[in-house]
């Protein structure tokens, strides 16, 4: 067991060495930025359940394990080698290797006139001042030890720039690739997308995980949205079961702006993804779609902080979680809705199958309204596979690994169905339906079938 | 030909006796109707049938097509022909109710060497078997029965029944809830699946339907046993006199 001084040590050594070494280490805005960050992070170090964000998910595994900043992972992957991980019918597919941007990797693709898409480190090198005005901007570091630590090592990930009112058709992916190269490798990639006033795009980060080993990615993505744009915004974490993995989406949103996000967490072994919007231009709209799908010791964390701060605006989490074997999940959804925003309508759901004894699911909705109008409304359900269900299927020729997975297929494309038809629904699609036809497969059928059966109604609801 | 045999079967739920020695033979080519009172096992019969496996089996045995039944799961039983027509059809969300049919009706393709359906094949003998039970085709494209009326239920049922052809068909109550509309739509479609190759075995609790589906035989069964057994003027006598006498007659002539 190191102790937390050990463990500062550790990041200190890692941060001297990024900080002399990293993309604009002479820009005196980004230095002050990295030096902030890391201070934040050195005066409160990693989060524990004493802390009410983080309650119900220890994040011990990460502190204790002496995690240095992955360098050179890129010179041994082959195109290859990321061919089981190429999206069909995106715009472009920029590729991270630990973080850093790997042009050779990337498939560049056809983009509008005017758009900007490319590695963060090369625009702070070579066009810091497009840069400056956002980096940071929105992120509150002082809220979350895991974004200060990002900010301290500030450096490379995606730069989105969609100019005004201009349309991106296709999905623009990221796929963020972790290998194991060194022994316990860290990376933390630090995405920033902007979009202009009265523009449309939808973005795809995917993550990845090429060798095992303990890997831990940190990364940040702060999403501007102006005015009257339409943005879809999509998380897919799907690495190793070795893989830690923490994330925050920040979203600000403009004036009559409409954002969605849908997280969809199937991989990893500790996994925590923040979704922060908020909705700061009147009439904003912003829905948080989220699917996890957990089995063996898998930890899956989802944590939404919903900030409402003008009027009109209206907001919808839905989260289904399904969750076999020691799996245990997490949904804390958090509404603040601000003095000045009157009329809001804010509204979320989460609901789980938990398909074996062992597994959990902590659910937590946290409301704190300040305005005297508006509508807020919160629900959770834990129930199981549907005996009845099950037989209807069954009694019909559908054997019963089939029919397992079609009715939990059913519960998540509740999911699904909240995903535009197009190249990044499929892609989940195809990610989820194999996800669940391993987990129907090793799922113990008859014998809990039979001891259900007693409880009769199976969905319980709860607050 | 013999299609389905049962002998002495008892069956318990929860340590109680629900079937105590049933006895029935069903040939191909016919409709036989059990009729009964509530709680006499009408459903549980079905229900063992269509192998659900919360029934216990505590004696006898249920030949069909010369196979043991009782050693079948569900989906096997299906596959081999048997298909029962719910009392109470599960609603299931997220599938669509044309999805599903077409995976059930591709699973017993499989089982039986049959090329598989695709959704294009599959369309033209859909439409055809909605126009017989005169139902909408938007249904189709909604989850199963989610949302549907008791009628659409119901008829939904036949639906998959007249698409999935099987050999033994069992209808339990699908009559009740019906009004008098729907009650003669889903019998007309029973009728039409009549034929010389299949048997049915129509449970229910009143004789109206039975106007519809004029059976061949009919068994009464009343506290776990076939109390009488008869032509289908025995429903009619049933509707006029009710269950009463013939429970009487079983309490006098079971020593308590």
């Known amino acids: 067991m190191i102790t937390p001084t050990q463990q500062l040590e550790n990041y200190l050594e890692s941060f001297s060495e990024c900080e002399k070494l990293a993309a604009g280490h002479a820009l005196p805005w980004l230095r002050k930025l990295r030096r902030d960050g890391f201070a934040r992070f050195c005066e409160v170090g990693f989060p524990t359940t004493h802390d009410e964000d983080w309650r119900f998910t220890n994040v011990s595994a990460i502190a204790q394990t002496p995690f240095r900043l992955a360098r050179n992972g890129r010179a041994r992957l082959s195109q290859q080698e990321l061919e089981p991980y190429r999206v069909a019918g995106v715009a472009c597919q920029l590729v991270f290797v630990n973080g850093r941007f790997a042009r050779e990797l990337s498939l560049p693709g056809k983009l509008p006139d005017g758009m900007k898409v490319s590695g963060l480190a090369g625009e702070i090198s070579g066009n810091p001042g497009a840069i400056e005005p956002h980096l940071g901007r929105y992120l509150d570091i002082d809220r979350d030890a895991f974004c200060a630590l990002n900010t301290a090592f500030v450096e490379d990930g995606a730069y989105v720039h969609i100019p005004r009112g201009t349309l991106v058709e296709q999905p623009i992916c990221l796929l963020f690739v972790s290998t194991g190269d060194d022994a316990s490798s860290m990376s933390h990639p630090r995405n920033l997308i902007v979009a202009e006033e009265d523009s449309q795009a939808t973005i795809v980060e995917d993550y990845v995980s090429l060798d095992g080993g303990a890997v831990f990615c940190n990364t940040v993505t702060e999403l501007v949205a102006g005015d009257h744009t339409v943005l879809s915004h999509y998380m897919i974490e799907r690495e190793h079961e070795e893989a830690f993995n923490i994330s925050t989406l920040r979203i600000q949103q403009g004036r009559s702006a409409n954002v969605v996000s849908h997280s969809v967490l199937l991989g990893g072994a500790l996994v925590r993804n923040n979704v922060h919007p908020v909705l700061a231009g009147e009439g904003g709209e912003c829905l948080i779609n989220g699917l996890f799908i957990g089995n063996g010791h898998q930890y899956l964390d989802n944590y939404m902080l919903v900030e409402h701060a003008s009027p009109r605006c209206g907001s919808r989490q839905f989260y289904n979680g399904i969750l076999d074997g020691h799996a245990h999940g997490v949904f804390h959804g958090r509404i603040i809705v601000h003095q000045d925003a009157q009329k809001t309508d804010a509204k979320q759901t989460n609901r789980n199958l938990l398909l074996s004894d062992d597994a959990q699911i902590d659910t937590k909705p946290q409301l704190e309204i300040y305005a005297d109008d508006v509508k807020c409304t919160h629900g959770a359900t834990i129930g199981q596979i549907e005996v009845d269900a099950l037989f209807y299927l069954r009694s019909r020729g559908i054997d019963e690994v089939s029919a397992r997975k079609l009715l939990l297929f059913a519960f998540a494309s509740e999911c699904l169905d909240r995903m535009k038809q197009g190249p990044v629904r499929r892609h989940v699609e195809e990610l989820i339906n194999r996800c669940l036809l391993q987990m129907a497969n090793s799922a113990p059928g008859a014998s809990t079938g039979i001891r259900r059966e007693d409880t009769g109604r199976n969905w319980e609801e709860i607050g | ?256």
């Open chain 2, 1 to 256: 030909m013999c299609l389905l045999e049962i002998k002495s079967l008892h069956v318990k739920v929860d340590n109680h006796e629900i079937l105590k020695g049933i006895d029935l033979k069903v040939n191909v080519g016919e409709v036989h109707s059990i009729m009964g009172p509530n709680g006499s096992g009408k459903s549980t019969l079905a229900q063992v049938l269509a192998r659900r496996e919360t029934y216990a089996v505590s004696a006898g045995e249920v030949s069909y097509n010369g196979r043991d039944l009782l050693a079948m799961k569900p989906e096997e039983a299906a596959c081999e022909g048997i298909f029962m027509a719910f009392q109470y059809p599960v609603e299931i969300s997220g599938i669509s109710n044309a999805y599903f049919l077409r995976s059930a009706l591709n699973a017993i393709h499989r089982y039986r060497g049959l090329d598989e359906m695709d959704a294009m094949d599959f369309l033209p003998l859909f439409r055809e078997k909605l126009k017989l039970l005169d139902m909408d085709e938007k249904l189709m494209n909604r989850s199963v029965n989610e949302g549907f009326s008791g009628g659409e239920k119901k008829r939904n049922e036949i639906l998959q029944m007249a698409v999935l052809e099987p050999k033994l068909a069992i209808l339990d109550e699908t009559d009740s809830g019906l009004d008098i509309d729907a009650l003669k739509i889903v019998a007309q479609g029973v009728d039409a699946m009549r034929n010389p190759e299949r048997a049915i075995i129509v449970v229910t609790h009143y004789q109206r339907l039975l106007n519809y589906i004029v059976p061949d035989f009919v068994h009464v069964l009343v506290d776990g046993r076939i109390v009488r057994s008869g032509g289908p003027e025995l429903a009619l006598e049933l509707e006029e006199k009710g269950y009463g006498s013939m429970e009487a007659e079983v309490r006098h002539a079971t020593p308590v």
